[in-house]
Structure formats: C-alpha cells, structure tokens
C-alpha cells in the first residue's frame, strides 16, 4: 500500500492519530489497519514530519545576541568533553568491524586459490563488492548465526537489505561436509521454514556466498541445517546453525 | 545579519550546501564531544526553536531560557535518532512540548497533544529539497503551503498546535461541533502535505 494509493479514510485515521484526536473505535480500527499494514508506520512518520514544518511560518524574530555566547560558554564549562558515542552507531561499528575482519580472514586464508584461479578472484571480488555495497545502505541489518552439534564452534552472520533479493552469508568453522552432503539455509517467515539456498564450506571452513532470501523485513530467523537431498521442501536433517533473532 | 542570510539563499545555495556538514555529522561531532558542532547546529535551528519557544510562550525571557535550555539538553543527552525523523522534527517535538509543559505549569489548564513522535521507526531516505533548503526558503515554502488552507482549517490546527488545546477544547472555544473541527484539522494537515509534497518528497 502506497502513499498515492491510501484509501481516504485511512488517510484521515492516520491525520486523526498524528493529531491525537481519535475516538476510541477509531483507534480501534487503526490498531487493525497498523497490525495488517505495518508500511503504514511510515505514513504516520511522514505526516508527523508535516506537522512538525508548522513554525516555518512563524514570523521571523531576532534572536537575542548573547544567547549563542551564553549557550557555548555553558557547555564549555560544564563538562570536559566526553564522547558519548551512540550505543547503536558504537554496536554496528563493532558488527561491521567484526565483518570486516573475517573477511579479511577470508580473503586471505583464501589467497592462494585466488592466485591460482582469476575466475574465483573475480567472483571473490564481486562477492566482496556486494557486501561492502551492502555494509554502505542504511538499512541493511546484521544476523549473527552460531553453530550448534558438529558445528558448534562455527559462527558468522547474514548481511540482509529491505528490498534485496539476495543476501550474503559470511561463515567461518564450519565443518566440511561429506560428498553427497550440503549445507541448507532456511529462512524462517511466518513460522514457517523456507529454503534458501544450499552451500558448501571451502576446505577452510569458510563460506561467502549471496542466497535468495525471503524479504528482509519478514524473516524471523534464519537456521542452517544438513541435508542429502539437493533442493529440499523442509528440513530433514540436523540443525547446525541458527540466529538468535 | 539579514545580507548573511542573502547569502545563503542566493542561487549558490545548493553549492554551499554541499560543503556544509549535514545534521547526522553535526550530531556526530556532538556525540563525540565537539562543542563546535553544537555552534552550527544552533545557527542553523535556534531561530527556529526560539520562534517557536516565544509564540508558544508569548515572553521573550521565558522563550530564551527554553532555547538555552533545549541545546544544553542536546549536548547533555544527544538522544536524537535519526531513523526517527528530521532534525527540525526533532526539535519542534521537543520545543513545543517543553513549551507547552511550561504553560501547564504556569497553572493554565491546557491539555497535552497526545503521542506525538515517540512511536514508530522510518527508514532514512534520500535528501529532500526541504533538507537543502535554507530556513528562510523553508519558511517561504511553508508559510505559502499554510496559506493555501481554508482559513478553517488553518485555525484549527494553529489552535491545536501552539495553545496545545484538544479537540473539544477547540470546539468548545468556537462553538462549533467536535466532528466538524476533526474534519477540520485532519483535512488540514492532509492538505498541508498536499501542498507541501513536491518541497518534502
């Protein structure tokens, strides 16, 4: 549902929330439409930001001249700066820095197949560059995965973007299965178990590789399991990853 | 200080804006302690801030304290989040309730507007034309968009946005049924992004 194609009365529960004057059966019935629709957050978002513009059109006064003065005078005094870094900008600084790292193990315990074969580099390269394209959009989000079973001391995450098909799975320690054998991801959305993609590990253990996942903003978590089959509809063998969503 | 803000709005705008550190780096530089960062953050909103601190207030001593005190509060506990909405946003939410608390204090029997921003994440998206604009090219825009409203609807939401009344206040005020000033305000604020769509989107 789009902004262009709100239905009226949704547009004027929507006004009414942002004005704080619904009835208590129309906050009702917005209660519904938000659990039905919940893109429709951002419309509220937007309305709130319109109403929010109002003083624009105040009448310009002077600002008093000291006030700048006596606002930076009292925050030079009252506190030698301390950096008070966002507990969230400080986490993803973490989480990325900690991608970071293993791709560079990665990469590099990678290097001598690189050197060997230009195709793996390029798609080496490619990979790297879509996660970093990844790692750059806002909205792209984390999911740590940790190993369990014959994978307990595997662990990595998921780079996942609303509005991305595919998202890239970074792993290290994993066990290197038997031939015949695959890891499978599923995603799960809805409670529901969705095959995403079968990978394997490199003789390292590692794993970089871009799945079609469902839409980011509908899993609810993602689990790895063993499977023999090569495209199976539900997993029949043993969970060795999953994500702490 | 009027050639200053000529300045900014000459055709050359958009070029220093490019070179000019966006909000989320001021907000940054803020977190990270640098009091500079604070300077430009409050030439670029504290007119805004005081405007509206003073008409909500109706007293220049009383709207210049609430200035003050809303950017010492920004440089104490930076908790602006971007995904939230618009530095400007931010500010007014927190200008006008602080302002509107002050009201209720002084003993005046006003009811809060309710809910206003807490709720609901949003996901940071390209910048604007509103963004770039200078305040008073914001304000050109705004006051023309305001304008264009029926002179109803305008007062509405002037009434509930400033004197923080509710609803039936309002109609008690006008004498005029509750339903007609919810069509009012909510048609009025509908309208208002109408107008204001090709400035913000």
């Known amino acids: 549902?789009?902004?262009?194609?709100?239905?009226?009365?949704?547009?004027?529960?929507?006004?009414?929330?942002?004005?704080?004057?619904?009835?208590?059966?129309?906050?009702?019935?917005?209660?519904?439409?938000?659990?039905?629709?919940?893109?429709?957050?951002?419309?509220?978002?937007?309305?709130?930001?319109?109403?929010?513009?109002?003083?624009?059109?105040?009448?310009?006064?002077?600002?008093?001249?000291?006030?700048?003065?006596?606002?930076?005078?009292?925050?030079?005094?009252?506190?030698?700066?301390?950096?008070?870094?966002?507990?969230?900008?400080?986490?993803?600084?973490?989480?990325?820095?900690?991608?970071?790292?293993?791709?560079?193990?990665?990469?590099?315990?990678?290097?001598?197949?690189?050197?060997?074969?230009?195709?793996?580099?390029?798609?080496?390269?490619?990979?790297?560059?879509?996660?970093?394209?990844?790692?750059?959009?806002?909205?792209?989000?984390?999911?740590?995965?940790?190993?369990?079973?014959?994978?307990?001391?595997?662990?990595?995450?998921?780079?996942?973007?609303?509005?991305?098909?595919?998202?890239?799975?970074?792993?290290?320690?994993?066990?290197?299965?038997?031939?015949?054998?695959?890891?499978?991801?599923?995603?799960?959305?809805?409670?529901?178990?969705?095959?995403?993609?079968?990978?394997?590990?490199?003789?390292?253990?590692?794993?970089?590789?871009?799945?079609?996942?469902?839409?980011?903003?509908?899993?609810q978590g993602l689990v790895v399991t063993v499977e023999v089959s090569p495209a199976p509809h539900s997993p029949s063998g043993p969970m060795v990853m999953t994500s702490n969503l | 200080m009027k050639q200053k803000h000529m300045d900014i709005d000459s055709a050359d705008s958009s070029l220093t804006n490019q070179l000019l550190p966006t909000d989320i780096e001021l907000w940054n530089a803020i977190s990270a302690g640098q009091s500079e960062a604070l300077g430009v953050l409050y030439e670029r909103y504290a007119s805004l801030v005081y405007r509206l601190a003073l008409r909500i207030l109706a007293n220049p001593q009383e709207a210049e304290d609430l200035t003050q005190e809303i950017f010492l509060t920004l440089w104490r506990s930076n908790n602006y989040n971007p995904a939230r909405g618009s530095t400007s946003s931010f500010l007014m939410t927190m200008t006008r309730s602080r302002a509107i608390d002050r009201l209720r204090a002084r003993g005046t029997k006003l009811k809060f507007l309710q809910r206003w921003s807490q709720m609901m994440m949003t996901q940071t998206s390209p910048p604007t034309p509103f963004e770039m604009a200078s305040l008073s090219q914001r304000s050109q825009h705004v006051n023309s968009a305001l304008a264009q409203l029926p002179s109803s609807q305008r007062q509405v939401l002037e009434m509930a946005y400033y004197d923080g009344l509710s609803q039936s206040e309002i109609a008690r005020q006008l004498n005029i049924p509750l339903g007609t000033i919810k069509t009012w305000s909510r048609q009025g604020l509908l309208n208002l992004r109408k107008n204001l769509k090709d400035f913000i989107e």
């Open chain 1, 1 to 219: 549902m789009t902004e262009r194609e709100l239905p009226e009365r949704v547009e004027e529960l929507i006004a009414g929330y942002v004005l704080g004057d619904l009835s208590s059966f129309e906050a009702e019935e917005l209660t519904r439409l938000f659990a039905e629709h919940p893109e429709l957050a951002q419309e509220v978002n937007r309305l709130h930001e319109v109403l929010e513009l109002m003083p624009y059109a105040l009448p310009e006064v002077p600002l008093p001249q000291h006030l700048r003065k006596v606002i930076l005078e009292a925050v030079d005094v009252s506190i030698i700066p301390q950096p008070r870094p966002k507990r969230s900008l400080k986490m993803w600084r973490n989480l990325a820095g900690s991608i970071a790292a293993l791709l560079v193990l990665i990469l590099g315990l990678d290097n001598y197949n690189l050197r060997q074969h230009l195709s793996t580099v390029q798609a080496q390269v490619d990979r790297q560059k879509d996660v970093i394209a990844m790692l750059q959009n806002s909205d792209t989000h984390l999911v740590s995965l940790k190993g369990m079973n014959v994978a307990k001391n595997a662990a990595g995450s998921v780079v996942m973007t609303p509005g991305e098909p595919q998202s890239v799975l970074i792993l290290q320690n994993l066990p290197v299965l038997p031939k015949g054998q695959f890891y499978q991801l599923w995603s799960v959305v809805n409670g529901e178990k969705i095959p995403s993609g079968q990978f394997n590990a490199s003789s390292r253990g590692t794993v970089l590789i871009k799945l079609s996942t469902p839409p980011a903003t509908e899993v």
